[in-house]
């Protein structure tokens, strides 16, 4: 039988090692990750749950009742990895989560594809690509 200690230590050490996985992962795993919470130091770089979704911490801070992950896009960014099977509808990203170059999605009955990296820009405005046939 397993003692409360020895499950605290493994605790620690899957934390740890859940550091390491890359979003793609992370988001299969998303237990691993600890829940927000207020009063607590975060760095940056780590990823947390709040609202049933995944949070990476884009500049270290102590977090406040009012800097949710939801409320604080200068704090926190949502950790998107569209499933490649399925093209997603177009959401308006932050600039702390556009699409990348290759991205689809699908918007006004049409799909198309991001033509440049860093894409917070609307389908059809600027750096889309519709493609045909979709």
């Known amino acids: 039988m ?5 499950a605290l230590q493994l605790r620690q050490m899957i934390v740890k090692a859940s ?14 990750f600890p829940v927000w919470a207020a009063n607590t130091d975060y760095a940056a770089g780590d990823r947390v749950r709040y609202g049933g979704v ?3 911490c884009l500049q270290s801070h102590a977090a406040q009742d009012t800097w ?9 960014a949502r950790v998107l990895i569209p499933d490649p099977g399925e093209i997603p509808e ?4 932050d600039s702390t989560n ?3 170059k290759g991205d689809k999605v699908r ?7 991001s033509a440049v990296d860093n894409n917070v820009w609307e389908p059809g405005v600027y750096g889309w690509d519709e493609v045909n046939g979709a």
């Open 107 to 113: 918007h006004n009955d049409k799909v198309w594809v």
């Open 54 to 56: 995944l949070y990476r």
């Open 19 to 32: 550091a390491s996985l890359d979003d793609e992962d992370a988001l299969e795993a998303v237990e691993l």
């Open 90 to 93: 177009w959401e308006q990203p």
């Open 2 to 6: 397993i003692t409360r200690e020895k």
């Open 68 to 76: 949710t992950p939801a409320d604080a896009p200068s704090l926190w």
């Open 98 to 100: 556009p699409y990348m």
